[in-house]
């Protein structure tokens, strides 16, 4: 048991930490234009802030936040934002069940947008718990992490450093126990999403249909390490070193693993002396409190427990749709740091906005 949950999260971290590199070296690629396409229009404020809550993560939502606090974009924009991101759980979703993630995203869309539409046109005050120009910078792009080419290569092993010798290692290690088999990727994932059953069952039969499944998540991992390899590769010591090792691994890895693995273990635990399924099915109105509530938190992590739950068709999308709604992932951070008046009126919103829209599902059996 405990190995299989080991490797389970394993692959959910991997996938996670390697969408998150991949994200950092997209934005610092464009040098950040999408952060600044923001204009003086409110509704356009509503809209770009919906699209940068929609990127999984917290940058987009770290960026609005510094926006607002600069009195840039107004609390319509932010709450927009704050609804339509999922935090850190987005690259789980993303990488775990895509279609559904993707299907999430476009109803978190129009939510997002229909609430700061109506914010904008009700509230007299736009700019809720701020008194004054706040000084909280925004992330800059520094040259040095740009204009890289497959040249570079020869160069940065001629002067490997320890950092980048280290992260070339793992990665190679993990492309070789994924492409080997060691650690089945495949079973592993049907396995955490209650489809362990079914494969069984397949096989037993002579079955193949869930081969090309198998294959394509086999796939997507390998591709996803090339492309972290090539980045490891190609990249300087400045963006190696600052933006994947300081800000993305350090930061996040122990928190992504941890978590995971602590969600795994729980949800086993219960499991084994409760009928999870059968006991949510009876109590959806106190299990989506319970999401509304833990939704508050400003972190991401507690968060995982929905996702996990919903994977594996044990939680309904009403409530997996609320918990979206209400959390923010790290987002509101630097927000509640710098004025918890902003902080506790937009998570009221998104607690009224999310109990509607859960309360809603759960009528319509969604």
Known sequence: MLSTILQ??????????????????????????????????????????????????????????????????????????MIATSGDEAFLMFSMMPGMAIKLHIVLFFIAMATGIVLQYTLKNKYIGLGKHKDLPI???NDECNHYTPKTIIENLKNISFTRALLITGVLSLIFIVATGIVDGSHQLHTLMGNADKIAEADLHGHSEHEGEADWIRISLLLMLTGILYIILTVKDHFLQDHLWQHIIKKHFHKVFLWTISILLLIHFVNSFVNLEAWISENL??????????????????????????????????????????????????????????????????????????????????
Request: aromatic share 8%; net charge neutral; glycine share 10%.
């Open 139 to 141: 992330h800059e792009h």
């Open 8 to 81: 389970q999260t394993l692959i959910i971290t991997t996938f996670v930490m390697g969408m998150m590199m991949i994200i950092e070296y997209v934005n610092i690629q464009t040098n950040g234009l999408w952060s600044r396409s923001l204009e003086k229009s409110p509704l356009a404020q509503v809209f770009i802030g919906t699209m940068l809550g929609l990127v999984p993560g917290c940058l987009g939502s770290y960026t609005v936040v510094s926006l607002y606090l600069h009195r840039v974009v107004m609390f319509p924009a932010l709450v927009a934002t």
């Open 285 to 366: 109105l106190l299990v989506l409190i319970l999401a509304i509530l833990i939704g508050i938190i400003p972190e991401s992590g507690p968060h995982y427990v929905f996702v996990l739950l919903f994977m594996q068709g044990i939680l309904p999308f009403s409530v997996l749709l609320a918990s979206s709604i209400v959390q923010d992932g790290h987002g509101t951070l630097p927000l509640l740091a710098e004025s918890r008046k902003s902080f506790i009126a937009l998570k009221l919103v998104n607690i009224v906005v999310g109990l509607i829209f859960g309360l809603l599902g759960i009528l319509t059996g969604w």
